[in-house]
């Protein structure tokens, strides 16, 4: 099994520029989430989908857009870059109280 | 609102030693507080889940408790190692939601 996979690991887009950060697991997990690290602030949620169908906003949604593909792919969106977006982006499965995190994708927005 | 306060924010300690880091948090009604080890440049690892009845829980040299009266959580670790240098995250959801709440991590430095 290789759990949660995110694709690229690091990426570096000028301003205004869009891509999308996948990610995959393979765990049959319903629930997806796709947060965002910042150096000194805990991980903070952008979106988050509960089962394949649903999505819903998180903590800091602005500038982002998602999408379950179905169960086990969960992509978020940049149509416009900023460089406050400039992050580490991690994407995690979930099931019953355990949580389960990609390797992260370093994103740099010049 | 929601709050996890993670104490101290960095900690320096020699490889054997032992060390104690502290969770206050504020998540009402609780559900489950939940211990992660972050190596720099990775994704979190999982080292302990607790309930609210559960009060203390272990994963090899790391033994975490829970004071649910005073929303309170301690992770030890025993006789560290280079390898225990991470940040160690402290997490906790409210029943019924799916948003948990991320402290800010303590950075843990293990020096030979």
């Known amino acids: 099994n290789a759990g949660v996979t995110q694709t690229p690991k690091f990426q570096v887009l000028k301003t205004g520029q869009s891509m999308t950060l996948q990610c995959a697991q393979d765990?049959?997990?319903?629930?997806m989430y796709w947060y965002r690290q910042d150096p000194g602030m805990g991980l903070r949620l952008i979106y988050y989908?509960?089962?394949?169908?649903?999505?819903d906003k998180g903590e800091v949604p602005n500038g982002y857009n998602v999408s379950r593909l179905n169960k086990r792919e969960f992509s978020l969106r940049l149509e416009s870059a900023a460089p406050s977006q400039t992050s580490v982006y991690f994407c995690?499965?979930?099931?019953?109280?355990?949580?389960?995190f990609g390797p992260g994708t370093r994103l740099t927005v010049t | 609102k929601n709050q996890v306060e993670q104490s101290p924010q960095s900690l320096i300690i020699l490889e054997g030693k032992n060390c104690t880091l502290q969770?206050?948090?504020?998540?009402?009604?609780?559900?489950?507080l939940r211990w992660y080890k972050q190596d720099t440049g990775r994704g979190p690892v999982s080292l302990t889940i607790?309930?609210?009845?559960?009060n203390t829980k272990s994963n090899g040299r790391y033994t975490a408790t829970l004071d649910a009266d005073t929303k309170q959580s301690s992770l030890h670790i025993t006789a560290s190692q280079l390898s225990d240098s991470a940040s160690y995250i402290c997490?906790?959801?409210?029943?019924?939601?799916?948003?948990?709440?991320f402290g800010r991590g303590t950075s843990l430095i293990v020096h030979p």
């Open positions: 995690a499965s979930s099931w019953d109280y355990e949580q389960y």
């Open positions: 765990m049959n997990h319903n629930s």
């Open positions: 989908s509960a089962s394949e169908g649903t999505t």
């Open positions: 969770c206050n948090y504020t998540v009402s009604p609780f559900s489950n």
């Open positions: 607790m309930t609210f009845s559960e």
């Open positions: 997490v906790v959801s409210a029943r019924g939601s799916y948003i948990p709440t």
